[in-house]
């Protein structure tokens, strides 16, 4: 299986001019809030941080965008990616192994592939899941809530478990407050944490 946790920055590989069109377009309240919002759409905004996992004992592995400003930083971020799963697969990817993740279906996996794709990884891109309630992603998110419309927090829910959550005044939303002041390892633990969140999680489905 894949355990994975993406971390996700505003468009910083935009041109002064491409923000000033976005921020003429969004109905953010303030240009920094409307650059701001390019993190959630995976064609704007850039992968920072994966945290990944093998199996559920695991210690996370962080892989990190050291260029998110420019094409060349997501580029090398999904070599590192491609080769550290072909590392654990021991073999180039042509079958699919489950991937888990929270929400990962409508958050992770479009940024991952949308990422894949733009750097030229054509199979990596494959391998990362596009099917909502196929075997090849395991979203936590939507098994956790079933039919039900309300989306569930992972930190919420892993405190409903009685497990460990977020690190103390983290979400996501804070994550670029973190790059701008240069906490890379703050932001690293975060993510880790994550993924920690989603080893604990995943025994309490029945996935046979």
Not at 82 to 108: A, F, I, M, Q
Request: charged share 25%.
């Amino acid at each position: 299986m894949v355990l994975a946790d993406i971390e996700v920055l505003p468009a910083l590989h935009w041109s002064d001019e491409e923000r000033a069109h976005y921020t003429a377009t969004s109905r953010a309240d303030t240009p920094e809030e409307a650059f701001r919002e390019t993190a959630l759409h995976p064609l704007r905004g850039c992968i920072w941080l994966i945290g990944i996992a093998f199996d559920l004992t695991m210690e996370p592995v962080v892989l990190r965008n050291r260029e998110p400003e420019t094409a060349a930083g997501t580029n090398a971020l999904m070599a590192d990616l491609r080769n550290l799963l072909l590392e654990h697969w021991n073999k180039s990817p042509t079958s699919r192994p489950p991937w888990v993740g929270w929400n990962c279906n409508d958050y992770d996996w479009p940024f991952l592939r949308a990422a894949a794709m733009s750097a030229g990884q054509h199979r990596l891109a494959a391998q990362i899941p596009h099917d909502k309630w196929g075997k090849s992603s395991h979203d936590l998110m939507l098994w956790a809530k079933g039919t039900g419309r309300r989306n569930y927090k992972l930190d919420e829910f892993a405190r409903f478990l009685d497990i460990e959550g977020k690190l103390p005044g983290m979400d996501g939303s804070r994550v670029y407050d973190l790059y701008l002041a240069g906490e890379i390892d703050r932001a690293e633990q975060y993510v880790r944490q994550d993924v920690r969140m989603l080893q604990q999680i995943y025994p309490y489905f029945d996935w046979r």
